[in-house]
């Protein structure tokens, strides 16, 4: 998510916190380092300069907190000044009519249906189709629906169907309205949306924008904004772009908060989008309550705690794989333990191999996945033969099942994590698990 952006924020704060001792030119220089990654990013140069200012203004200017070295009031200022500019505070989805707005392509009908997949939970849902100038549409919205296996409206305009909705509007928790794509500016279109909006009255027009949008985001926001009223925006395409914070920083322009961010192509690849917990990640603090809320939801509750106190056997690690995928790529799943820092590649090679553990797994005998200490040379053979892999997959596998248990041990578990500089980092900003 943002790996550039979020790469070179963590490389400018790795520089600062190696230096023996910091002053004023050393925080310039680590100042120059952030305008860089934020250009980069494509965040727009107002922000970037309100940014730089306002960090400049509190390190250099204000006095500095007591218990505060400079360097780590520094790291907290820009922390607190991330959380600022992409949102301040969570925010939910209010009332239960929500009209899905954006650009052709942005995302929209998917993220209608991730929203309602998302809302399920909650209440009974339905998806409504306004789109009638793309042919397929309709029936994507029919076939998501089946997936998810919530009710939906079609029918032949979007204001015939928008007004049967409504009919029915008392039977669902939720309404979820996937509208034309269109530009701001296309005045056809503009004036259909508007009078959409009229018809509905939603109590949600949350603005779908991908991250791969740059600058042009902040234009959109604002037309949109001034055409139907954004009260929420929606970021997609969050897991392969550079730029998404170009649109979460053009959020400000509204004044809408953002409610969520797509991070992937599955359906349940949607998350409630939380600043604080954002930051976190990118900065590479990690964002364990994000990641236990995930891994409830796909692995059996009562391994959980086992495996993030690092108390698990082989069984446990290999059985909670395939559920483990669901939360997201190892990447993903990585960036969300504080300072756990493992190499691109390794993660790369890692999630490739996950597929063949399943069969080096079922290769071994009882005894050798309790004790899988006892796997010597001879057994490493017989394992690897009889799963049709290598002998270096096998090894690749216990290296890891003893790497991991050892690395999540030596955090001490939730208990640890909670102790030593660790623990204060995270009381400077705010931050508890």
Not at 61 to 90: H, M, Q, S
Not at 268 to 277: G, M
Request: aromatic share 8%.
């Amino acid at each position: 998510m943002l790996e550039n952006f979020s790469e070179g924020l963590k490389g400018a704060i790795r520089k600062i916190i190696g230096k023996p001792s910091i002053d004023e030119k050393a925080v310039e220089e680590f100042l120059k380092d952030l305008r860089v990654t934020f250009l980069q990013a494509d965040v727009d140069i107002e922000i970037i300069n309100s940014f730089i200012e306002n960090v400049r203004k509190k390190v250099l200017k204000e006095k500095i907190p007591p218990g505060f070295t400079l360097r780590d009031y520094l790291i907290k200022v820009v922390y607190d000044e991330l959380v600022n500019i992409l949102g301040k505070e969570a925010s939910d989805i209010k009332g239960k009519k929500i009209m899905l707005v954006g650009l052709y392509g942005s995302g929209k009908t998917t993220s209608a249906g991730k929203i309602a997949y998302f809302l399920k939970k909650r209440g009974k849902v339905a998806l409504v189709c306004l789109d009638y100038h793309r042919p397929a549409a309709a029936d994507q919205i029919k076939q998501i629906a089946e997936k998810i296996n919530v009710k939906y409206f079609i029918g032949k305009d979007a204001f015939s169907v928008a007004k049967e909705s409504l009919k029915e509007e008392k039977n669902y928790d939720y309404l979820i309205y996937d509208t034309a794509g269109r530009d701001a500016l296309d005045e056809e279109l503009a004036k259909e949306l508007k009078e959409l909006g009229e018809i509905i009255k939603p109590d949600e027009v949350l603005l779908v924008l991908p991250a791969e949008i740059g600058k042009v985001a902040k234009k959109q926001a604002e037309e949109f904004n001034k055409l139907v009223g954004i009260t929420g925006i929606i970021v997609t395409k969050m897991d392969s772009s550079a730029k998404g914070g170009a649109v979460i920083a053009a959020c400000s322009i509204t004044n809408a908060k953002i409610k969520f961010i797509g991070t992937g192509e599955k359906i349940d690849a949607f998350e409630k989008y939380d600043p604080k917990r954002f930051v976190s990640r990118i900065l590479g603090l990690g964002d364990l309550e994000t990641l236990l809320e995930k891994a409830k939801e796909v692995v059996k509750p009562e391994k959980v705690e086992k495996i993030v106190e690092g108390d698990f056997t082989l069984e446990d690690f290999l059985e909670q794989i395939e559920a483990m995928k669901n939360i997201g790529p190892l990447s993903q799943i990585v960036s969300m333990i504080p300072g756990l820092g493992l190499p691109k590649d390794l993660l790369k090679n890692q999630e490739e191999m996950m597929k063949k553990w399943k069969y080096i797994y079922q290769s071994m005998t009882p005894k050798e996945r309790k004790n899988p200490e006892i796997i010597d040379e001879s057994r490493i053979k017989r394992i690897a033969k009889g799963s049709g892999t290598k002998e270096e997959d096998v090894r690749n596998l216990l290296e890891n099942y003893f790497k991991v248990k050892k690395m999540i041990k030596s955090f001490g578990g939730i208990k640890g994590l909670k102790r030593g500089q660790l623990q204060n980092l995270m009381k400077q900003f705010g931050i508890r698990f």
